[in-house]
């Protein structure tokens, strides 16, 4: 079936380092992508989100781009800071009603 | 602002026991509703959404079922929770299709 992935289960970085998380997703169909941080026993909290007609879309420290010729998509971060420890996931709504499929996750560990 | 409220945080419950989760959301009307079940170290399953009140979609076949009795009130139940139930359960709400989805602050279940 459909699948979203991820590259890179763990990225160990330092801080003030620029972190590339890497992801990929098989439903061509899907037209929107979202890219979520979760802290350790907390929900899912939105970053920034991009939908197919754009291939790049920046926020405040966060940028995410879409390859939709290779169906890939990432979240780069500037000048990582500690705060930015947590799991990552994209996530993908190929269907209406925004039921998202989700990656299994990156772990993004920041040293001081 | 829109907030969502997801109780208890923590459950552990025996085997063959009932199951009530519940998720208010508050601020926004006529949300679309969704529960989650997250497995240590692993993406988000899509378990149900509804798009009103008592419209339900069940994503997967399982032990659990949901109900929405009014408009901002999403509940997952259980008869009988197996230890398979065991894991992280997340309710969100969403405005619609490609928007994104706010998670809540999740509860974690033990079945023992």
């Known amino acids: 079936g459909e699948s979203v992935g991820l590259h890179l289960p763990t990225l160990s970085v330092q801080e003030g380092d620029n972190s590339i998380i890497n992801c990929a997703y098989s439903?061509?169909?899907?037209?929107?992508f979202i890219w979520y941080k979760q802290e350790s026993g907390k929900g899912p909290q939105f970053i920034i989100d991009i939908r197919s007609n754009m291939d790049k879309r920046q926020g405040q420290r966060v940028t995410v781009l879409l390859n939709k010729t290779v169906k890939h998509l990432s979240l780069q971060i500037a000048a990582t800071q500690p705060g930015d420890s947590a799991v990552y996931f994209c996530?993908?709504?190929?269907?209406?009603?925004?039921?998202?499929?989700f990656g299994k996750g990156t772990m993004l560990l920041v040293s001081p | 602002s829109q907030t969502i409220h997801q109780w208890p945080a923590t459950l552990v419950q025996p085997v063959g026991s009932p199951l009530s989760l519940e998720c208010t959301v508050e601020?926004?009307?006529?949300?679309?509703l969704y529960w989650y079940r997250q497995a240590a170290g692993r993406g988000l399953q899509l378990l149900f959404y509804?798009?009103?009140?008592?419209?339900i979609s069940s994503e997967v076949p399982q032990n659990l079922s949901a109900s929405r009795p009014q408009d901002r009130q999403f509940i997952l139940s259980s008869k009988k929770l197996l230890l398979s139930d065991s894991g992280f359960y997340l309710c969100?709400?969403?405005?619609?299709?490609?928007?994104?989805?706010?998670f809540g602050q999740g509860t974690r279940l033990t079945v023992v």
């Open positions: 969100a709400w969403s405005l619609g299709a490609n928007t994104e989805a706010f």
């Open positions: 509804s798009v009103g009140i008592g419209q």
């Open positions: 996530a993908e709504n190929g269907r209406g009603y925004s039921t998202l499929t």
């Open positions: 439903n061509s169909a899907s037209d929107y």
């Open positions: 601020g926004t009307s006529n949300p679309n």
